[in-house]
């Protein structure tokens, strides 16, 4: 039956877990040296200040209320 052949696969370990080493295109791609050679300054991401970001949140998420509200109160 199904069960027994499904047992049997489990018990003989067919149905193994993932790879145990993770490929990554972008760790393929380059040399390692360029990994060492990386800074990562956490008041910079991709040219523009951690403030920016934030203040362009702030703004959406406003903006987002303020359409929520006006639909509510108007229709």
Avoid: C
Avoid at 14 to 32: A, C, E, H, I, V
């Amino acid at each position: 039956s199904d069960y027994q052949q499904l047992d049997y696969n489990l018990r003989v370990n067919l149905f193994q877990g993932g790879p145990l080493k993770t490929q990554s295109l972008m760790r393929d791609s380059y040399t390692p040296d360029i990994f060492q050679k990386a800074v990562i300054d956490p008041r910079h991401w991709h040219g523009r200040t951690i403030n920016e970001l934030g203040r362009w949140y702030e703004k959406y998420f406003l903006d987002l209320n303020v359409q929520k509200a006006m639909k509510k109160k108007y229709g």
